[in-house]
Every structure is written in C-alpha cells, then in structure tokens.
C-alpha cells in the first residue's frame, strides 16, 4: 500500500508538488498571523521554511528524494522565468523608464563591489594566485558568474566550490535579509526596487527576498537583476582578472 | 479565451529568450544575457497594445494573471531545491564574502536610489 502509493505520487511528481507548496503557504500565513503576529510576513515565513527543507537534502535540495522531484519542476528556472515575466503586466512602463539610468549604474556597481569584496577576503584568507582571487570575487557576484569564470581561466576545483557556495549564501542571505531591512533601506518603492536588483543580482534571491517584502515590486527588481549574471560573466573573466593581474603582478 | 492569454505570454518568454540568448553570443558568452528582461519589456507591450484594440478580454488577460499569481508559490518551491548545504561547505571565507557582499550592496541601495528619481517638480507635472 505504502509503495503504491509513493509511486503514485513520484509519477504525479508536479502535482504533488502543487499540493506540498499550497500546505507549506497555508501553514506558513497561519504562522504569520497567529504565532508572529503578523511581524513577518506569511510568504517570508513560506520562503525559509522552504530553504530550511532544502538542508535536508543535497544537491537539488528537497528534490533529491524521488518523492519532492516534482519541487525541482515547479521551482525550476522555466517556471520561474514563466511567472517573473508574467507579473510584468502589473508594472508601470513609466516607472521602469524613469528608473533605467539608476537601474543601469546600480548594475555595473553591483558587479564590481561584489567582486572586489571577494577578492579582497580571500587576500585577507591567504589566497594570492589571481586566477583563485578572480574565481572566487566572481562567485560573489552570483553562483554562475563563479564557475563560468572558473572554467575560463582554470580555477582548481577546491577555489570552484567557494566560488558557488559564496554565490548560494549571497542568495540565502538576500532572501532572508531583504525582508527585515527593506523599511530602512527605503525599499518600498517601484524607482528603489530597480536598483536593488542590479545592485544584488542574484535573480532567486532578489524574486525571493522582493516577495517577501512586498510582491508588487517583484517585477521592477526581476526586471534588473536578469541581466547581473550576464554581465558578471562578461566582466569577470576579462576587465576585472586583467585589473587583479595588474595589480598583483 | 484563457488559452490566448497563456499564448501571449509564452510567445513573449520564448521571443525574449531567443532575444537574450543572441545578445549573449554575441558578447561571447554561452547563455542568456536578460532574457527575461526582454521578454517583459515585450509583454508590457503587447499587453498595452492588445488592451488599446479591446483584444484583451478578461478570460485572456486571466491567463497571464493566473500565472502572475503563481509566482509565490514557485518561488517557495525554488526555496526547497537550493543546493543550501554548498553554502556551508565553502566554509567560512564563503560564508563571509556572500553575507558582507549582500549587506554592503544593501547598503548602497539607498544611495543609489536618488539617481533619477522624479523629484517634486515632476511629480507636479503628472
């Protein structure tokens, strides 16, 4: 009975996953409301529980158990392009076009201060070889940018993995730290939310940590931060490596 | 019909995709540069366009909406398949370098926020 009825669900994966993600949402606003008193909001609850059941598995998270793979399809990057462009239609054409200049700088600065910061602290661990130092400042950018540029100039695959675990933790940390700080940081915003996606880039944890905040401005910071990554790759292995060869050599 | 409005919206990813995908080949680079930027740019056009010739109905515009909607719930799935336990494994200097790296662009969020934005005056004028 019991192996029926995980088979059933394994090969019904997607559907199973719907229902698993509708529970998770339903107990997270119930959290939300009557355990924190509406202090977090419900999708923020929703988001960690979700990366807190990503610790229990692997490499694909929860999916990495037969029964969760449908998680991997709903959650994979064609649905989620799917549904970022679709909230395009709830954004002001006006407010992205005033934003484009402010969008574009707080690109380029956010692939440059991300880089400098990790090539500055892996300086600071002892890593002296640019290739390393490279590798790992584009890690921080985001965990593609790292083994793109990796790749390209021959990192060692001990420097690889610190690359993309920096880029996995820059992404936890934007889903997790977004939500506290938008008030703060001003974050509330159509104009704010375009510069937050290119200043952070990641595209999970901007779409993440935005929805946690307020889902209205999912679609300004989508709009920037879907071009952080190419950009990083475009940058890092070529301009960036050739300013920390110059000043190491 | 609903169908239209899913349509649209997969003619718009697809087109953006492919429009992404060409920018970076040409600046060499094996993969998609803003793709889905472009593709909601596109939408945001043709959902203009559409809805000034009356050609968007409320079954078709349900369709784009309807996924719209579905947004959180995939992103909460996203959630789940992290490869989470990589962040632990890098150690410590990746541990730091993503959390001071996403503090100090946080920071910067509010600086850089001041560029362009539509001051008094304009505000007036709309």
């Given at each position: 009975m019991k192996a029926i009825l995980s088979d059933l669900l394994i090969k019904n994966g997607l559907i199973f996953a719907f229902l698993v993600v509708g529970l998770i949402l339903l107990v997270s606003f119930w959290i939300a409301r009557r355990v924190l008193g509406g202090l977090i909001p419900g999708v923020a609850v929703a988001i960690i529980i979700g990366l807190v059941l990503a610790?229990?598995?692997?490499?694909?998270?929860?999916?990495?158990f037969p029964l969760f793979s449908g998680m991997a399809l709903l959650g994979g990057s064609m649905l989620r392009d799917f549904a970022v462009v679709a909230?395009?239609?709830?954004?002001d054409p006006a407010q992205m076009k005033h934003a484009g200049p402010a969008g574009t700088i707080a690109l380029f600065i956010g692939v440059v201060l991300a880089f400098v910061i990790g090539v500055a602290l892996a300086l600071a661990m002892g890593y002296t070889d640019p290739v390393s130092l490279t590798t790992i400042g584009a890690g921080v950018c985001t965990y593609i940018v790292g083994p793109v540029t990796g790749t390209a100039l021959g990192a060692t695959s001990e420097v690889m993995a610190i690359s993309i675990a920096a880029g996995v933790v820059k992404t936890i940390a934007t889903t997790v730290l977004t939500p506290l700080l938008a008030r703060r940081l001003g974050l509330d915003n159509p104009h704010s939310a375009v510069v937050f996606g290119g200043l952070l880039g990641t595209t999970s944890g901007v779409a993440a940590g935005l929805a946690a905040t307020d889902p209205k401005l999912v679609p300004y910071g989508a709009l920037t931060a879907t071009f952080y990554t190419g950009l990083g790759c475009l940058l890092c292995p070529s301009v960036l490596h050739v300013i920390v060869l110059a000043l190491l050599g | 019909m609903t169908i239209y409005g899913v349509a649209t919206l997969a003619a718009c990813f697809l087109l953006g995709k492919v429009v992404g995908t060409l920018l970076g080949a040409v600046i060499g680079i094996d993969g998609d540069v803003g793709g889905v930027g472009f593709a909601m740019l596109l939408l945001i056009l043709v959902n203009g366009y559409l809805r000034r010739r009356g050609m968007m109905d409320g079954a078709t515009a349900g369709g784009i909406r309807f996924w719209s909607a579905m947004y959180i719930p995939i992103i909460v799935a996203m959630a789940s398949v992290q490869h989470a336990t990589a962040a632990l494994s890098g150690g410590w200097l990746a541990l730091l370098a993503g959390i001071v790296a996403t503090l100090a662009a946080l920071a910067l969020v509010p600086l850089l926020s001041r560029i362009g934005r539509p001051g008094e005056e304009t505000a007036k004028e709309s």
């Open positions: 610790f229990l598995g692997g490499e694909r998270g929860i999916a990495s909230t395009a239609t709830g954004a | -």
